[in-house]
């Protein structure tokens, strides 16, 4: 049973965050940050803009590509670490503001995996043939949890959502593979610590600045090359095909040496590879579906191409994936 990506959409604020302006509030410079990230600038919402709206504005540029109404869902996926609210999911908030009454709902709690995760899970959902075309979105606003006094993680997140409508047939883009992994083990590696259950809000927890990322570089950027190496090699062998098949690259964008270094290992060009951490940042689980949208949109992806994704984020989890467009 063919299940396909019908229409792609995404969305970003306004507001730019220039390496320059980093410059002012940290010991940084604009060189330091390209040549070990490869971001110039990243986008960061209004305080009056929430993860749902950008959502929404994602999610209908989507359902026009994919000539599907918002009545048409049977489910809405929303995958997200930075959500409307801790409960209900940012996907009940997102059905209201799209008005796809009926239509079931839930958050996808992977990090920067969550778009892949999603992407499994929505296929396997429309495979039972109880359900026929669900939303899946990937929305962050990593700006509100950034402890902008520590230079080694404030200049990396920006804010962005993207979308995509799922959908049984071969018409469309259609999903050959996805593989999935994770190791809770290296938890600490990469995490918000507090707000949850084993650290409440609290004065102390405020205080110590931990409802802000906490990430142990080094060790995150080692686990990360292997990781998505590795998941996308897994993924091209479960959609039958072998890595000289392989036509373009869509990987999360957390570094430009993570995204060569994957590159390097499929044995692809530069130019068959998406790269937008230039402008954008790392953008966790928006960070594939708006680069999807974007070489769409500018028609880089050609009808039989064989395009792989590919993400790594905090758990740590890993996933790979593999489109025919």
């Known amino acids: 049973m063919a299940i396909s990506i019908l229409g792609t959409g995404s969305a970003v604020p306004d507001k730019v965050l220039t390496n320059a302006y980093f410059e002012t509030i940290v010991d940084t410079s604009d060189e330091w940050i390209r040549t070990r990230t490869g971001i110039r600038e990243r986008r960061m919402a209004d305080e009056k803009t929430v993860s749902s709206d950008l959502a929404k504005e994602a999610s209908l540029r989507a359902l026009e590509m994919s000539k599907v109404t918002a009545k048409d869902l049977d489910i809405i996926l929303v995958a997200n670490v930075t959500g409307d609210t801790p409960f209900p999911s940012t996907a009940c908030h997102l059905q209201a503001k799209l008005g796809a009454k009926g239509a079931a709902v839930f958050d996808i709690a992977a990090a920067c995996s969550g778009f892949l995760y999603g992407l499994e899970i929505g296929r396997t959902l429309i495979e039972t043939g109880k359900y026929k075309t669900i939303l899946l979105v990937g929305v962050e606003m990593l700006t509100r949890i950034t402890d902008y006094k520590d230079r080694n993680t404030c200049v990396l997140f920006g804010d962005a959502a993207g979308a995509v409508i799922l959908k049984k047939g071969s018409k469309g883009h259609e999903i050959l593979s996805v593989h999935l992994g994770s190791d809770g083990s ?84 530069p130019e068959k590879v998406y790269v937008n951490i230039d402008r954008y940042g790392n953008t966790s689980t928006a960070s594939i579906p708006l680069a999807m949208d974007e070489a769409n949109r500018k028609g880089l992806l050609k009808k039989g191409m064989h395009v792989v994704l590919t993400a790594f984020g905090g758990g740590f989890t890993w996933a790979g994936a593999v489109i025919r467009w």
């Open 186 to 269: 290296l938890a600490h590696l990469l995490q918000q610590p507090g707000g949850g259950s084993r650290h409440p809000a609290s004065h102390e927890t405020v205080e110590k600045r931990m409802h802000f990322m906490k990430m142990v570089g080094n060790e995150v950027f080692k686990y990360a090359v292997r990781a998505m190496e590795d998941s996308a090699i897994r993924a091209i062998k479960e959609a039958g095909i072998k890595v000289g098949d392989v036509d373009f690259l869509i990987p999360h964008q957390a570094n430009i040496r993570i995204i060569k270094a994957t590159a390097k290992r499929l044995k692809l060009p």
